[in-house]
């Protein structure tokens, strides 16, 4: 996950202004949310038919500010399944408790969409690691070992550290009084992942983990394994890691096994490109100081070592490519950057 500003992009016609599907939408939902809680003939509660957050034109901004990826775990939707443009705060039910109907006038909100790839979203058992201490185990991640079965993806999951706010409030004042829910979830529009998430960069075994992030002197934790929001916040608490971090973690399954395995073939290739930067530039100064005693040879033995490294400063523009807003995985990229070049 990593941070992006959607303030360069206004929100999509269809969700503001008269007439349009957003505020005509908004309209028929406060009739229904502020009546009585309705039911069909076998008793079931209805649920109202929210349309207009599927508009094309939402669809077109958020592929555009996401460039073509989940706002959570940054896989491209494309390769992965159609696009869930996901409500931030779930906008019909909250889980965990019955008688919240929902974040309803946040619907057709542009502040509180965001795509998702359908397993962030939809809720479903997700191979996921087991702890730390299974590192061995998931050193060939497309075996299982050190992966168990566990429920993962956001669907109306939506934790929080304060008071929950169940009543709608006027525009000028919806910020402050949502945020002082104090939203467990990490938005990447809202905040800053960093602060939050770190990945596991261990040059010598790659493995593509992505980590809550641990306060000073404290051991890295995965969390705890379970979609028992309280329980990660315990766990987190007592590890002395982000309960944010955490909780975003289990809740949008970003370590189940499709993603570790990905990351870590892309891991697998920054040490590959890595390592070729490495012996080209140790070879271009082996040139160099040949060049030193060779005459007639120390033209030619200088300019080989320039086009060394050319070759070199290219692969370099390969790897800094990579970490490119517009690529998969990019901030787990841009942190094995940092590693590598204090190492280089």
């Known amino acids: 996950m990593r941070r992006v500003d959607r303030a360069d992009v206004g929100a999509p016609a269809s969700l503001i202004g008269p007439g349009r599907a957003g505020p005509a939408e908004l309209a028929r939902a406060r009739t229904f949310f502020n009546g009585p809680i309705q039911y069909d003939s076998k008793g079931r509660r209805k649920s109202f038919p929210f349309a207009a957050y599927k508009g094309e034109d939402v669809r077109k901004c958020l592929d555009l500010i996401f460039h073509g990826k989940c706002a959570y775990c940054e896989a491209r939707y494309e390769i992965v399944g159609p696009v869930d443009i996901e409500h931030y705060r779930p906008k019909g039910a909250v889980d965990g408790d019955a008688a919240h109907r929902g974040y309803w006038w946040l619907g057709a909100a542009w502040e509180n969409l965001l795509p998702s790839c359908i397993d962030c979203n939809r809720r479903r058992y997700q191979f996921t690691p087991r702890d730390l201490r299974s590192l061995t185990a998931m050193a060939e991640p497309w075996h299982r070992g050190g992966f168990v079965s566990v429920k993962t993806g956001k669907d ?189």
């Open 156 to 344: 109306a999951s939506f934790p929080i550290a304060g008071a929950r706010l169940t009543t709608e409030t006027p525009a000028r004042a919806r910020s402050s009084i949502l945020a002082s829910e104090e939203a467990l979830l990490l938005n990447p529009c809202d905040d800053d992942p960093r602060e939050h998430l770190r990945y596991w960069i261990d040059r010598s075994e790659p493995l593509g983990l992505v980590l809550p992030k641990a306060a000073p002197g404290a051991p890295a934790a995965l969390p705890e394994l379970t979609d028992d929001a309280d329980a990660i916040i315990a766990h987190a608490r007592n590890a002395d890691v982000s309960v944010k971090g955490a909780v975003s973690i289990q809740t949008y399954g970003l370590n189940r096994l499709g993603l570790v395995q990905e990351r870590t073939r892309l891991l697998r290739r920054l040490e590959f490109l890595g390592c070729i930067l490495v012996d080209t530039l140790a070879l271009a100064d082996q040139l160099e100081d040949a060049s030193l005693g060779a005459g007639g040879l120390a033209e030619l033995l200088t300019t080989t070592a320039g086009k060394l490294r050319a070759i070199a400063d290219r692969v370099m523009s390969e790897i800094d490519g990579l970490a490119k807003p517009t690529e998969a995985f990019s901030e787990m990229v841009r942190q094995w950057i940092a590693v590598f070049r204090s190492e280089l």
